[in-house]
């Protein structure tokens, strides 16, 4: 099966026999982030099969199909086979988002398109996603969603945010808590801020996830600037 890497327009041929690394140095040097390791992610094929590692001790990366049907979370030491005709992988490193595409030739496995939901509101497995719920999501995603394809984007800060939707920081921070709730009650990993977990650590997970299941997507950024009189007057829960 051949594997191909692009990033930032830019394609990467890869070698049997040869590990791929990716990283602030390697096969795909993506800039000086201090933030990201030195060696981050390794493809490589073993055992007949071509693995995407995370070889890594501290960041983590979303690994999606082309649809976005399968989410994945690739914590550090973990490792899942490449089988899809197209993987996106997104991750965050500081305030930095980067997504990457793998491409294969010859994949093991195919999924059917899903189909789009017709009643307009929003859910991810159980759950359901307010109007206003979804403007905070778009809000933080909106820089990863103008980029063209792959590449690097910066997370907004929770004032950015806020100011970009018009509300308090107050406002935006008690919406972002049930946000991350509502996602954490269905097993999303990285919602719950903890001991030692920054605010933007939940929010950048949550970018990740939402830009690589096709959550949200650019046709949605026109709703940033959509009259809020226009919005349902939703409650959060």
Not at 38 to 44: N, Q
Not at 103 to 130: M, Y
Request: charged fraction near 25%.
């Amino acid at each position: 099966m051949e594997i191909t890497v692009e990033f930032a327009g830019e394609y990467f041929e890869l070698t049997p026999g040869e590990p791929f690394y990716v990283g602030r140095q390697g096969d795909l040097e993506l800039d000086d982030n201090l933030f990201l390791h030195r060696h981050f992610l390794e493809i490589a094929d073993k055992d007949g099969l071509w693995w995407l590692s995370n070889v890594g001790s501290r960041l983590t990366a979303t690994v999606t199909d082309s649809s976005g049907g399968v989410n994945a979370w690739l914590a550090p030491g973990a490792r899942l086979p490449v089988v899809f005709e197209q993987t996106t992988v997104v991750f965050t490193a500081g305030p930095v988002t980067y997504e990457l595409t793998i491409h294969s030739k010859g994949p093991t496995f195919h999924l059917d398109p899903r189909e789009n939901a017709e009643d307009g509101q929003s859910t991810i497995g159980h759950v359901p996603l307010t109007a206003r719920q979804r403007l905070l999501i778009l809000a933080l995603a909106e820089p990863a969603l103008k980029r063209d394809g792959t590449g690097a984007s910066e997370i907004p800060s929770s004032a950015q945010a806020a100011a970009r939707l018009g509300w308090t920081s107050t406002q935006f921070n008690r919406k972002l808590d049930n946000v991350c709730d509502k996602f954490d009650r269905i097993g999303l990993q990285g919602m719950r801020g903890g001991q030692g977990k920054l605010a933007m650590n939940r929010k950048a997970r949550l970018v990740e996830y939402a830009v690589s299941s096709r959550l949200v997507t650019r046709d949605d950024l026109a709703q940033l600037d959509a009259p809020i009189d226009d919005l349902e007057d939703d409650e959060e829960s």
